[in-house]
């Protein structure tokens, strides 16, 4: 999974400041995929993306989030006015093709404190 | 509405023994199983997966077999190495539709020696 980048690896932000993710994924993917991952729980799907395009947002919170994959640079998973809710992992994923069935690499992750 | 669970949140296995990872799911549209191996302030690592058409998948130490009529799944190791120590998170996804994967709460396994 190293191919697949993620930065930054910590955020610490205080409530009701903005947080942005970015994800890099392997080098000629084109898929991205977010999860969150809660204290002790799994992960959870947030939003699925290919350049340019959102595919399934049906994980992402109504309000307040929001992600981008541009067609240059690192997809970006947005948080407006933070919360100390939204404190948590938050993993991309990068599929060999557009969907999850096959292997998949996982970036280290955004730990995201929200203090 | 968990779809994916994991009940037993830890478990402790003996060096050399064979470690039993258990999963079941609820949704029978679900036909590709996957799991995933997490070491702490690392991303998820693809272990094994294996699809409804089978019902056992072996790689080297790794043997997952899915009971279709129960809606269960369990990750066998065997032997079991202190390498393995790790979260086990146990994923299921549908063919059909964007195919995202659904995890459940995972299982830490610790491997004493």
């Known amino acids: 999974n190293a191919g697949v980048m993620q930065n930054p690896r910590h955020l610490v932000r205080r409530r009701g400041q903005e947080a942005r993710l970015r994800c890099s994924p392997m080098?000629?993917?084109?898929?991205v995929y977010w999860y969150r991952q809660l204290p002790e729980e799994g992960l959870k799907f947030m939003v699925y993306?290919?350049?340019?395009?959102?595919?399934?947002e049906s994980g992402m919170p109504k309000e307040r989030f929001s992600a981008e994959f541009p067609k240059e640079g690192p997809s970006i998973l947005r948080i407006q006015q933070v919360v100390r809710g939204d404190s948590a992992a938050y993993f991309c994923a990068s599929p060999r093709t557009g969907n999850m069935n096959t292997e998949a690499f996982f970036g280290q992750g955004t730990r995201l404190t929200v203090v | 509405d968990q779809q994916v669970k994991q009940n037993s949140p830890s478990l402790s296995v003996q060096e050399g023994r064979i470690s039993i990872l258990n999963c079941d799911y609820t949704?029978?549209?679900?036909?590709?199983f996957l799991w995933y191996k997490k070491y702490p302030a690392e991303g998820p690592t693809f272990l094994i997966s294996i699809s409804s058409i089978k019902d056992k998948n072996e790689d080297g130490r790794f043997t997952v077999f899915l009971n279709k009529s129960a809606k269960h799944l369990s990750l066998h190791i065997v032997p079991s190495q202190p390498g393995d120590s790790a979260v086990y998170f146990c994923a299921a996804s549908a063919l059909q539709g964007a195919q995202k994967l659904v995890f459940g709460q995972g299982t830490r396994l610790t491997i004493n020696p």
């Open positions: 993306l290919q350049k340019e395009n959102i595919i399934d």
């Open positions: 949704n029978s549209m679900f036909d590709y």
């Open positions: 080098k000629g993917h084109s898929h």
